[in-house]
């Protein structure tokens, strides 16, 4: 069985030229790989679609110089931000706040569609611990 692969450069090219963004203003040179199949609905933002993809193929979005760069993840660093660099309000830096009980759902439920299932409607549900405040 043969299959139709399309170039990722390609495919993100062509998922943002759906949502109304110029190929002129992106930069998907540094991107390799292949995508052999990729399903987008219309109720699917691009973002979404995209991120997907960067999960997949391991690069991530960057936003400088006019442009929209895919960077592939796993190149060296090119600054190192150090914590006293890090501006941190005159609050300490491993200070966490914890919001209010009330505000957090207890259970969360996520209906998806399982492909592996033949497209049936599945149900995922996820519960978090009592509050132990």
């Known amino acids: 069985m043969a ?3 399309y170039a990722l450069p390609n495919v993100v ?3 943002a ?6 190929p002129t203003a992106m930069d998907v040179a540094r991107l390799e790989g292949e995508v052999r199949g990729f399903i987008v ?10 991120r997907a993809l960067s999960q997949v193929f391991l690069f991530d979005p960057s936003n400088y110089d006019g442009a929209l ?8 660093a090119v600054m190192t931000i150090d914590e006293e660099e890090a501006l941190d309000d005159d609050e300490e830096v491993e200070q966490s706040r914890r919001a209010d009980a009330i505000q957090i759902p207890r259970v969360l439920h996520v ?3 399982d492909i592996d299932g033949g ?5 995922q549900s996820s519960e978090r611990a009592g509050d132990r405040r």
Do not use: V, W
């Not at 030229?17 to 110029?22: H, N, Q, V």
């Not at 609905?41 to 995209?50: D, H, R």
């Not at 760069?69 to 060296?76: C, Q």
């Open 41 to 50: 609905i219309n109720s699917y933002p691009c973002a979404e679609a995209l």
């Open 3 to 5: 299959y139709c692969t």
């Open 69 to 76: 760069h895919f960077i592939p993840r796993g190149d060296d």
């Open 17 to 22: 030229i759906r949502a109304g963004m110029e």
């Open 111 to 113: 209906n998806y569609y």
């Open 119 to 123: 497209l049936a409607p599945q149900k």
């Open 13 to 15: 090219l062509e998922l």
